[in-house]
Structures are given as C-alpha cells and as structure tokens.
C-alpha cells in the first residue's frame, strides 16, 4: 500500500509540475512578440526605406526599436566587417524621434550588427532584427553580395533571427505607406516567431503599385548566371582601369524567387547562416576515398 500511495504522490506531483511549465509556455507564447527590434540596412539613416520601416516600428507601443546604419552607403559589401581589421569603429548617436535609439556607424552593415549585439544591446539583445527597406534588388545570386542580406545573415549567425527587406519602391508614397505596415505584420507572425537561431528569411517585394500585388510566395533562390562583365576603360601608366557591366538574365526559372517577383508576388526564401546543405555528410561516406596523408 505504501508503494502505491507513492506512486500516486509521484503521478499527482508530475501532473502539477508538467501543468505549470504548460501555463509558463502559454504565458511565453501570450506576450507580445517580438518585444525589442534593431533595424540596419546598408544605404544608411537617411534612407527613406529604413526610416519608414523605423516609424512603422516606433509607433507600435508594445516594440522598442533599435537603429544601427552606416555613415555612407555600403551597398554591395556582403557581410565584410571593417570591425574584425581595425578592432575599433566610430559611433554616434543619432536623433531618429520619439521612442527610437539610433546609432551612425562608421562601418559596414555587418559591423552595426555587432556593434549593436556586442555593444549597447549586449545585455538585452533585441528578439529580430530587420535590415532594410533597401530599394535594390537581391534576387537569385545576388544575395551572397548583399549588405542587405550580409546583415541578416551576421546576426542570424550571432543568434538572432532576422528578416532581410529588399526590392522596396521608395519613389511610390503608397508603397512608403503600406509595406513598413505589412513588415510589421510579418515581424509578430507566427513562422517568423518560431524562427530559430541562425535562421533568417529573405524578403523581396514586387515593384508595382500595392493593389497589383498578387499575394506571398515561399522560393528558393534562382539559378541564376553572374551576369557581370569586366572590360577596361583607359590605361593610366603601369596600369589599366576596368569597368564593370551588368546585363539582365531573361530566362529567369518562373518558380523561383526572380521568377515569381517578376509576376508581381512578395517572395519569401528561408536561409540558414551556415553550412547546413548536407556537404558535411556526403564527404562523410566517401571519406575513405580521398587522398591519404
């Protein structure tokens, strides 16, 4: 009898213990979410993208937002840190407007992602952090050059989920209204909730007015050619000065994320910032083949 009355004392004692982690989960699942942002992008404070995208944030009580950009744009520089070659960066502070704390960095995008997570945020870092609006577009190959995209991806890769916004029309009033507003959506949606450290998604809007918005699709990355050219322009001295070209890939995969923005939908591409494509274990079986030593 004894040994039965323990194990109804252990059963009643679990169900009470397994009953309170469930109310703490639910409360954790109840509050509002996410609590602190920090917005970056790569053209800098006074994008009108970025500021949009901050005022949005800002008017939302429940939201503390936080704001690191750089001093000059530094569009194509990928996830370069100038931190990691000097070991120092130039900060200052910067009035944005009610309920917004800003920072000018003297550096690249990824360096205002560390400066913020390894700086002033260190011992509360924000829940997301959001870099754009960035009017350019990052589609098919073009993300592994991005600032854009090389600042989600830091802090990703830091531990903070994170959403890259590209493709913005800041040219269109409505576009200013109305896409902040639905980044803000997508921000306390559940998917990007759950998102995990490391992970962040990707985000490229259609250039077309708001009301020819198809709707929101989940892509991949287009196979797309690095259409790219380098020819020399004039010779100066001992050397040469060469100039780069661009050219627009026409036959763009439809079901990819260059395909389906070209047909007027907001694509979403989930990213991992690490080697996570199965590489690793592909040379692991064949690890008996290579070369010995």
Known sequence: MP???LFVAFVVLSA???GGCATEATKERARPWPQRVLVVNDDGLDSPGLQA???????EESIETF???PRENQSGTSAHARLFQDRALEVRSRDLGPNITAWEVDGYPADCVLFALWGPMRE???DLILSGLNSGSNLGWSWAVSGTVGA???GAL???PALSLSGFDDNDPEAIERVPAWCVELARSEPVRRLKPRQFLAVSFPRVPMDEIRGVRVKSHAAMDLLLELSPEHQSGAGERWVVSRREQLDVPVYS???QVRQGYIVVVPCVAQEGDGLAEYFLRWHDDLPRW
């Open 67 to 69: 704001v690191a950009a």
């Open 257 to 259: 994320d260059a395909g």
């Open 158 to 160: 830091m531990g903070v």
């Open 152 to 154: 989600a991806r830091i």
């Open 3 to 5: 040994s039965r009355c």
């Open 16 to 18: 009470l213990m397994l």
């Open 124 to 126: 509360n870092p924000p």
């Open 53 to 59: 995208l901050v005022a949005a944030f800002a008017a």
